[in-house]
């Protein structure tokens, strides 16, 4: 699905500070797993908990693998294209995902290596720089702001498969990660006639419709950002997250249950 409306910009400089400083928490975290622990079910089909750790480094590997690879001629996918060309590859998702666990029981090896790499090839590589990405070749600093969903959702994962793990957020990360779904929401529904309000981090107009021009919006949609992140990826769904108070929404306009989750 082809973006409607202009990407915002992100700083590429605390874009990369938010990846590693993510990455880094999910990392101590993962450190401190017992055997049993990683042997948990996850609310991703079949994976465990291990499996999720294993995938997690994936998500930052994937930057470094497609630096070493040759540059594309012209960049194919727009930074609010991303969000909704990542459905196709659940399946293979999956299969290197389990292979990856399996062939890597040493965790902490293998978040080590992962994360060196990621150092060295960053070092001097521009934020221009082309990435032939499976999704579709990317601008480095592009890439590197979807991979703050990543690391985001799958640290939201890691929280709500292991009571008590609490894994921190970084705050760049978790506000680059609200934005960016944020944003694909509006390109999905492009219009102004619902404000959609995720405080401090996103406001967006959305949906067809009358457009609001002062006053408060008659269509009017509130929640926090890890809910909003679990709406936009499925991990919620609207009726429960309405049920359970997690989302406030006043307005004939208001009802988002069409059009999430945004990632498939």
Not at 35 to 58: C, S
Not at 161 to 174: I, N, S, T
Request: net charge negative; aromatic share 4%.
């Amino acid at each position: 699905m082809p973006a409607k409306k202009r990407t915002r910009t992100y700083d590429p400089a605390r874009i990369r500070a938010a990846v590693f400083a993510q990455f880094g928490h999910v990392r101590q975290a993962v450190s401190t797993l017992t055997p049993d622990r990683l042997a948990l079910p996850t609310r991703l089909g079949e994976w465990t908990v291990r499996d999720l750790a294993a995938h997690i480094t994936m998500a930052v590997e994937t930057v470094s693998r497609n630096l070493d690879r040759d540059e594309p001629p012209k960049p194919e996918l727009a930074l609010l294209d991303w969000p909704f060309a990542t459905a196709d590859r659940a399946a293979d998702i999956a299969d290197g995902t389990r292979a990856l666990a399996e062939a890597n029981p040493d965790l902490d090896a293998l978040y080590a290596r992962t994360e060196e790499r990621l150092a060295e090839r960053l070092a001097d590589a521009p934020g221009t720089r082309l990435l032939d990405a499976r999704t579709g070749a990317m601008v480095l600093d592009d890439y590197l702001v979807t991979r703050t969903v990543e690391l985001v959702v799958h640290t939201d994962d890691l929280n709500a498969a292991v009571p008590g793990l609490d894994v921190p957020y970084d705050k760049q990360a978790l506000a680059a990660c609200t934005r960016l779904l944020a944003d694909a929401l509006a390109a999905k529904a492009p219009g102004g006639a619902t404000e959609v309000r995720v405080p401090p981090y996103a406001v967006v107009q959305c949906v067809e419709g009358p457009r609001h021009t002062r006053g408060t919006p008659p269509n009017v949609v509130e929640t926090d950002p890890l809910t909003w992140i679990r709406l936009a990826t499925g991990r919620l769904t609207w009726a429960d997250a309405l049920e359970a108070a997690r989302v406030s929404a006043s307005g004939e306009r208001a009802d988002l249950s069409g059009l999430l989750p945004l990632l498939g």
